[in-house]
Structure formats: structure tokens, C-alpha cells
């Protein structure tokens, strides 16, 4: 199903070295050494939902919002330096309306770009990161969330690349018709013949090939087909929690072992066992929620959808209806996959403003937080440079390395 976000509106951010969440009201301690770790690395977020509010053409990305995760000034506040927006839209939308929708996601993240030269590029290397952290600039990226929106064309592909895009999750919630779904009956076996040859074509673009969403089967057939390491954008641990969408141990180990990067998601469902065993034990609690979406938020209202999901998530956890969720649960993501994976294939890929996010990690401003978490816990200054972009950067050169060199062999 799909994610929606929590919203921020009771967050009251505190200058370091405090940051204070309203529904806990106990204040995070955020060291020296913390804040000066996390301002001078490059921090990078793969997955965040932001897009759907993109779309309305009202939304100023340049102020500070009361409701949301995401925009520049709390992107600056949190130390947020690079993003990747999510193009994204339901697995049944297809065809050429697919593709359209995704184009014109594509251009509103483009137009925000042009509209605000001052704070944020387009990235399309890992390279022009480097540049927009070295201008205290925020380095925007795409992915495109789901295969559907290639129509089955290569050709779409390619023009999705040339726009900037950066990584294509193969599926979304539901089978594309050359790859299984985590959450849709196998049709496939995993990748059909044309399913590999998206998987080289992305090589050849450059397009980083992403496993979150996909089946198991898929996802090997992925690492066996691609000739460059491939990223799960927004995934978290089975073993810690059984939702489909997370990555088995072994899945860590053999994403590892070809030098991709698993990218922990925040979503409640996906952190927390208990969460995820309650929310399916207790149906009418979902059924309660989107009665009331429905009833507040017009259909094609995605950015409404997400705000009011979250706002009854929230109020869920903190009334007891649901087990609450706490921000730490994303560090013990971290703690899990860096054992099994190691400390090179571990980042961060939030879903902000599309999946209902924890106590305590209610928008960007407390992405600190995870820093001093991780030094409380032991991490190097090193290590952690890794785990907030530098192996996600790494993934992103080295894909650029193998288009490149595929180019070449094949002009």
C-alpha cells in the first residue's frame, strides 16, 4: 500500500545544541562534536516524497512550512545537502498517461530548481554534489519510483536520464509487466528477458538500478543482470521487522558484496515489529483513517492524503491505539545492516513526505540527531561520513564510471 507522511505541524525546533520533538517534549542533546560532524559532511537523503507538493502551484519549496517534512529552510536547518525527489505515482496509473505524469513531476522539480538558483542545484553527478556542498548549496536529484512510468520503452528511459534522473526503482507496489512486486503475486519469476535489458540500459544511462519495492527474485536477478552496484533507496531490515519490502539478511549481504548501498527507510511499518504486527491485527483502525481521508482530501489530493495519514498515525501512537514508534528504531536499522553488511553499503533514505515517520523524527530539522546517535553508539567520524552520503555518492560515481565505459564500447 502506499506510505503517506506525518506532518510537522507540532514540532518546535530549538537551535542546536537542543532539538526538541513536541510529542515527546524531551529535548535531544546534540554535542559540539555532533553538530560540527554533521554540518561538514555531505548528508544525502534517496528517497523523499516531496514531489506531490511540487505539483500544487501554490507550494513555495523557499519557506518554512508548518506541515510537511520537507522544504529549504528546514532542509538547511537539518543539514540536508543532497536530495533525491521521488517521481512517483500508483503502479496502476500506465501507459502513456504514466509516462506524462512523470514528465511533468520531472519539471516541477526542475522549475524549483530555476526558481530558486540561490539554494539548490540540479545534480546530476556525484561530482556536481560535491560542487553544490562546497557552495552551501542543496544538490536536488530524481528517481523515478516505479517501472511503470517507462511505458515498457527504452526510449522513455533515455529521456528520463537526460532530464536528470538518477536512480528508476524497478517496481512500486504492484508487478510492472517485466518485474515482480514485493507486494504483488510473482507473474514473473522476477525479471522477464525485456526486464534485464532495462536493467543494462539503466548501466548504459546511468541510471542507478533501485530494489526497494521489488520481490526477492527480482532483486537477484537485478544484482546478477547489472554490470554497476545497485541501491535499495528506502528499505530497512526483515530481521528486525518482517515487512516484505525490507531486505533478508542474506539480500544485505549479497547487495554488499557487489558494492551497492542499502538506504534506510523511517516509515513506522517498516521499523517497528510490533507496529506492523498491530496495524495488521486491528483493520478497522486503517479503515477509520482513510474514511476520514476520504473525507477531508479530494481524490487526486496526494499532498493532502499524505498530511492527514500522518496526522492520524501520529495521533495513533501517542493515544496507545497504535504501538508507538520511536526515532531510535532507525538506528537500530543502521546498527543491523552495517553488522551484516558492512560500514560501505549503509545509507540513509528517510521517505519524508510520503510514509509516516517516527516520534521523534518528524521532518528533516532532526536528521542531527542520527549523527549524535551513531557517535553515541561508537561510529567513527569516518564511519559516519559514510553512512549520511559518502557511500550513496560512491555508488553514484561508480555508475557513471560504467556508463561511461559501456558507452564507449557501444557508442
Known sequence: MRHFACTACSILFVAFPLIVSAQTMKPVKISQRARELHFHSIVIDTHDDTTQRLLDPHFNLDARHTDGQIDIPRMKAGGLDGIFFSIWMPGTIIGPVAVEKALDQIDAVRQQVLAHPSDIILARTAADVRRAFAEHKIAALMGVEGGHMINDDLAVLDTFAALGVRYMTLTHTVNTDWADSANDKPAHNGLTDFGKQVVLRMNRDGIMIDISHT??????????????????????????????????????????????????????GFLSQEYLDANKAHPEIAKRMQDEINAKCAKEDEACQIMTENELVHKAMLDGSLPRVDWTRIVDHIDHAVKIGGIDHVGLGSDYDGSDMPIGMEDVTHLPEITQALLDRGYSDASIKKILGENTLRVLAECERVSRQMQAEHP
Open 215 to 268: 520481490a526477492d527474485k527480482t532483486f537477484y536477478d537485478a544484482l546478477a543482470t547489472s554490470k554497476a552496484p545497485i541501491i535499495a533507496s528506502h528499505s530497512s531490515c526483515r530481521a528486525l521487522c518482517s515487512a516484505p519490502r525490507n531486505m533478508t539478511d542474506d539480500m544485505i549481504k549479497a547487495l554488499a558484496a557487489h558494492g551497492g548501498v542499502i538506504q534506510i527507510n523511517y516509515h513506522v
